[in-house]
């Protein structure tokens, strides 16, 4: 059973988004992004809050995590700037003084409290050092030249979801590793093996990730009606 005291739970953010600019602080149902997810993380039952770092760059984003009093790791310009490199991207990896990590993402304002603690909890009890966040689907798939790369049900002879062996889709949302696996260009284990992450079931309206204007708009008529 891993212990808190060696876990930091982090929320990386920056305001230079190609699609959505500056959507960590544009205002959203009265708040915005960055502020909303940093709140969630306080009132978790489990996160102890000395252990809560924002990873920014921008002067905006640290303001916030100033006024919530939370940790700040001052994050380069190169990293806030950077989409390739696991190393620069997370270069807090070998600079704090933690076993564990869990990563969370602020564009996913449908998250809740009990969810990212059901995630740490899990993370805690069980042996496997790494948890990555997804949620179900059963659907038929292609790939681009037209074949069909869902296993056709056995005995079906029309297409029916509720037969599909369900698949899981990535959340992008709750992440855990241990910080050493960044040295070596890896984050949670090998994705390619069978059994190489653990994976961690939620709900496919929490993960709603904003990435384009409109996913801005949706969001906050989701987040008022199910989250109030």
């Known amino acids: 059973m891993k212990k808190l005291d060696d876990i930091c739970f982090i ?8 699609r959505v600019p500056q959507k960590m602080i544009k205002p959203f149902a009265g708040s915005n992004l ?3 997810i940093i709140d969630k993380l306080i009132f978790s039952e489990i996160i102890p809050r000395e252990n809560i770092f924002a990873s920014v760059h921008e002067d905006e984003l640290k303001q916030i995590a100033y006024k919530n009093k939370i940790n700040i790791f001052d994050r380069s310009y190169e990293s806030a700037n950077n989409d390739n490199s696991l190393q620069k991207i997370y270069e807090w990896h070998d ?6 990590c869990v990563l969370i993402s602020g564009c ?3 998250l ?3 969810t990212i603690d059901n995630f740490v909890n899990q993370f805690l009890n069980q042996d496997e050092e790494n948890l990555f966040a997804v949620f179900e689907k059963k659907q038929y798939y292609w790939n681009k030249e037209g074949a069909l790369v869902t296993p056709w049900p056995k005995g079906q002879t029309i297409m ?6 369900p698949t899981y889709e990535a959340a992008h949302v709750l992440y855990a590793s241990r910080l050493d696996l960044i040295k070596e260009n890896r984050f949670m284990g090998d994705f390619e093996a069978e059994g190489g992450i653990k994976l961690f079931q939620m709900d ?3 993960a709603f990730d904003i990435d384009e204007p409109w996913q801005f708009e949706v969001a906050e008529v ?5 989250t109030k």
Not at 12 to 17: E, F, I, P, T
Not at 222 to 226: A, I, Q, R, T
């Open 11 to 18: 929320v990386q953010a920056r305001l230079n988004s190609q």
């Open 108 to 110: 996913n304002p449908l």
């Open 204 to 206: 496919e309206l929490e």
């Open 34 to 36: 960055f502020e909303l």
């Open 222 to 226: 989701l987040y008022e009606k199910y």
């Open 160 to 165: 029916n979801t509720k037969a599909v062996e």
């Open 95 to 100: 600079k704090l003084p933690y076993k564990y």
């Open 112 to 114: 809740r409290i009990h």
